[in-house]
């Protein structure tokens, strides 16, 4: 069984950093892509940021620049580096991560909070 484990988030100020991982386990063949996605109360989630196995990215224009996506495809682990942070960027980050069939796999949620 498929499990994704999130961890990393917390309360920061608004200008600082964290870094969020995400390992996967019980995984054989392991993902196409991986990637992380955020809701904030009241809106819908979005994706900030994906990458492919190969390391191809793409993220949110809102987190351009400031965000990192990586991945140890050995480790089936995928990291949001997040940086210079803005109060809107409070949400609920999840990872995601699919399999060459499309068969796609959700963590439970880790809460960042970003302070003034």
């Known amino acids: 069984q498929v499990q994704l484990v999130e961890s990393g988030g917390g309360l920061v100020q608004a200008g600082g950093s964290l870094r969020l991982s995400c390992a996967a386990s019980?995984?054989?063949?392991?993902?196409?892509?991986m990637g992380w996605h955020r809701q904030a109360p009241g809106k819908q989630r979005e994706l900030v940021a994906g990458?492919?196995?190969?390391?191809?990215?793409n993220y949110a224009d809102s987190v351009k620049g400031r965000f990192t996506i990586s991945r140890d495809n050995a480790k089936n682990t995928v990291y949001l580096q997040m940086n210079s942070l803005k109060l809107e960027d409070t949400a609920v980050y999840y990872c995601?991560?699919?399999?060459?069939?499309?068969?796609?796999?959700w963590g439970q949620g880790t809460q960042v909070t970003v302070s003034s």
């Open positions: 990458i492919t196995r190969s390391g191809s990215t």
């Open positions: 019980g995984v054989i063949f392991g993902f196409n892509a």
């Open positions: 995601n991560a699919v399999r060459a069939d499309f068969v796609d796999y």
